[in-house]
C-alpha cells in the first residue's frame, strides 16, 4: 500500500470550511484513498473514499487530483465536534485485509 | 443497531502477566481485526480474522495471539506482558475480509503495564 504525508496539525474557525490534505505520490492505479477520523479516546471512523473522481456524503468531500497523487478532504461547516485526528490511507479494494494508519493531522475547530 | 463492543474498558496488569481482550462484532458482520495504538502514534494492525480463520497477521512477536468463535466475537491475548504492550487496543468489524470497504471500530480496552 502506498505511503501518505499530512500535515502534523491544523486548525479551522468553527463555520468555515476544513481542508485537509494528502499527498500519496507514490499511489497506482488501482489503489483507494481512504479517510478516517479518531476523536479523543474513541476508536476510528469511516469518513469517506475513492479512486478517481470526487466523492461526497453526508459527512465530508473528497477531491483528489486528476494525476491522483494528492487529495483533500473537505469538512464544508466545521463544528467543534470534528475535532479529530484525520487519517489518510491508500489502499488496494478487494485485497488488502488491514489498514496503514499514518499519524495523521490532528485538526482543532476554533469557537 | 449495536456497534462493535469491547471488554474489559480499562485493565492495568503487571509485567509478566497475561491478558485477554474481547470482542463482540456488529450483528453479520464475521471479520474482526485487532489493533494496538500506543499513545501519540496511529493505529497498528495485530490480527484479522474472518469465519473463524486467521487472515492476516501484522508484524507482532507470537507472545499476541487471538482467535475468532462460531457466533464471531473475538479474544486477543497477550502473554508475557511487557511495559511497552501499554496501549489502547481497538477492535474493528467488517462484512467481508477483503472485499470490505468499512471497517466499523470499537471504543478499545485501554492496557496499562505496570
Known amino acids: 500500500d502506498a505511503k501518505t504525508t499530512q500535515p502534523t496539525s491544523m486548525d479551522c474557525a468553527e463555520g468555515r470550511a476544513a481542508n485537509l490534505p494528502c499527498n500519496h505520490s507514490?499511489?497506482?492505479?488501482?489503489?483507494?484513498v481512504y479517510w478516517y477520523r479518531q476523536i479523543h479516546s474513541q476508536g476510528p471512523q469511516y469518513i469517506i473514499h475513492?479512486?478517481?473522481n470526487n466523492e461526497t456524503n453526508e459527512m465530508a468531500s473528497l477531491i483528489i487530483t486528476e494525476d491522483r497523487k494528492s487529495s483533500t478532504l473537505i469538512l464544508p461547516h466545521a463544528t467543534l465536534r470534528d475535532t479529530a485526528v484525520y487519517y489518510c490511507i491508500v489502499r488496494v479494494e478487494g485485497s488488502s485485509y488491514k489498514l496503514i494508519f499514518g499519524s495523521g493531522t490532528r485538526l482543532l475547530v476554533r469557537p | 443497531d449495536a456497534g462493535v463492543t469491547q471488554s474489559p474498558t480499562h485493565l492495568i496488569k503487571t509485567r509478566g502477566q497475561q491478558v485477554t481482550l474481547r470482542c463482540s462484532p456488529i450483528s453479520g458482520h464475521k471479520s474482526v481485526s485487532w489493533y494496538q495504538q500506543v499513545l501519540g502514534q496511529g493505529p497498528q494492525f495485530i490480527f484479522q480474522?474472518?469465519?473463524?480463520?486467521?487472515?492476516g497477521r501484522g508484524n507482532f512477536p507470537d507472545r499476541f495471539s487471538a482467535r475468532q468463535f462460531p457466533n464471531y466475537s473475538s479474544e486477543l491475548n497477550v502473554n508475557a506482558l511487557l511495559l511497552g504492550d501499554s496501549a489502547l487496543y481497538l477492535c474493528?468489524?467488517?462484512?467481508?475480509?477483503?472485499?470490505?470497504?468499512?471497517?466499523?471500530f470499537g471504543p478499545g480496552t485501554r492496557l496499562t503495564v505496570t
Open positions: 474493528a468489524s467488517s462484512l467481508w475480509t477483503s472485499g470490505m470497504r468499512e471497517q466499523y
Open positions: 507514490t499511489i497506482s492505479g488501482n489503489e483507494y
Open positions: 475513492g479512486l478517481k
Open positions: 480474522y474472518y469465519e473463524k480463520e486467521e487472515r
